[in-house]
Nanobody, 123 residues
Framework: QVQLVESGGGSVQPGGSLRLSCAAS????????MGWFRQAPGREREGVAS???????IYADSVKGRFTTSQDGAKNTLYLQMNSLKPEDTAMYYC?????????????????WGQGTQVTVSS
């Protein structure tokens, strides 16, 4: 079992920045790769960023160059640095953990999910 707790969400103006954190505990086998997903009202959940066991990262085209995901050295905390935020980034953001070694933006690969943290970008 893996437990995930997100934090760092909030309200910000367009062009602003936020850093999300995800505290992970439990089985390290179950969180060999991790990811960030988001879901806006009325829309499907979409993959935003993912990091694999070797540290390789992938990003959705919509956030490339603006968002960066990383982990602390012990891999107990996952981060999502979000810069140049846009109103269309408004969503509930979820942290997820997977048994897979390679990161992916497909939610089907992830077995464990946090409760989410709300990000609102508005002037």
């Amino acid at each position: 079992q893996v437990q995930l707790v997100e934090s760092g969400g909030g309200s910000v103006q367009p062009g602003g920045s936020l850093r999300l954190s995800c505290a992970a505990s439990g089985s390290t086998y179950g969180r060999r790769s991790m990811g960030w997903f988001r879901q806006a009202p009325g829309r499907e959940r979409e993959g935003v960023a993912s990091i694999g066991a070797n540290g390789g990262t992938i990003y959705a085209d919509s956030v490339k160059g603006r968002f960066t995901t990383s982990q602390d050295g012990a891999k107990n905390t996952l981060y999502l640095q979000m810069n140049s935020l846009k109103p269309e980034d408004t969503a509930m953001y979820y942290c997820a953990a997977s048994y897979d070694l390679i990161g992916t933006l497909s939610s089907r690969s992830f077995s464990y999910w946090g409760q989410g943290t709300q990000v609102t970008v508005s002037s």
